[in-house]
């Protein structure tokens, strides 16, 4: 699957728009004098928006192709996978996921990893495709059909996962295309 997202990279920004700005600082409670990881960042698209408005970012991600695009814009970025991360406890007042969960081959392990990261009173917030809706059934058939090996969770089980994990969760859904859980930890 990895090498999608390797032939992708150099498209990827024009490709895919990243969510509202806005919106997204909210449901992070930004701004933040704390560290802030992106997940599955990728080419770093949100990381860049979300850098002035946090005291330190990380970017992850396994493709280092991804990596490159977000190191050219002068990101920090990190090779790793996301179910062995290679941060201590509690580290990061913030962690967010945008468009790459359903990526994620161990979902529950991954979850456990990025709510294990967080600091308790901290934030995960997870955006994602709302599998529920028509057009999202067929995005996930189209990436079966390509061999992604995509899964993509509903709100529901997104938020059991985060639950099983120590998070308190809420859910919030755009109507369109996108549902968003906002866990924090306790």
Known sequence: MIEHFDA???????LIAPPDPARLHALLALPTNGWLLDAGGGTGR????????????VLLDRSQPML????????????SDVNRLPFADDQFDRVVVVDALHHFANQRAAIGELVRVVKPGGRLVIEEPDIALAVVKLVALAERLALMGSYFATADEISAMVIACG?????????KFAVWVIAEKL
């Open 8 to 14: 992708l990279a150099p498209l990827y920004d024009r």
């Open 46 to 57: 949100i990381t860049y928006q979300l850098r002035p408005f946090a005291g330190n970012v």
């Open 68 to 79: 490159r695009q977000a190191q050219a814009k002068g990101l920090s970025a990190l090779q």
């Open 167 to 175: 998070g308190r969760v809420r859910v919030e859904r755009d109507g």
